[in-house]
């Protein structure tokens, strides 16, 4: 069992920042791949980015490229998620999820846990 808090999230101008992080707590938090994706009210749950279980590989969707950056401390059992210049449409729920699967996965599926999940929201 893997059990995942996120927090950091927010209200933020458009063109501001914030950090997400995800503590996990439970069994070997470096033998997880983990990933971030997104929610918001009537839409399908949507990838932003993943990183392997070692961090060193990681994978953003289009949208988010260039302004998010995602990183892990192994030796923290955290995983944060750098968000830049944020967009009215950044707006959502932010969840940190993690799979067995050493590398990246961009499906919710192969996701065994999910965090409760942190809001954003983004004002124009």
């Known amino acids: 069992q893997v059990h995942l808090v996120e927090s950091g999230g927010g209200l933020v101008q458009a063109g501001g920042s914030l950090r997400l992080s995800c503590a996990a707590s439970g069994r070997s938090f470096s033998s997880y791949a983990m990933g971030w994706f997104r929610q918001t009210p009537g839409k399908e749950r949507e990838f932003v980015a993943a990183?392997?279980?070692?961090?060193?590989?990681?994978y953003y969707a289009d949208s988010v490229k260039g302004r998010f950056t995602l990183s892990r401390d192994n030796a923290k059992n955290t995983l944060y998620l750098q968000m830049n210049s944020l967009k009215p449409e950044d707006t959502a729920v932010y969840y940190c999820?993690?799979?067995?699967?050493?590398?990246?996965?961009?499906?919710?599926?192969?996701?065994?846990?999910w965090g409760q999940g942190t809001r954003v929201t983004v004002s124009s």
């Open positions: 990183i392997t279980s070692n961090g060193g590989s990681t």
């Open positions: 999820a993690a799979t067995p699967y050493p590398g990246i996965v961009v499906l919710p599926a192969p996701y065994n846990y």
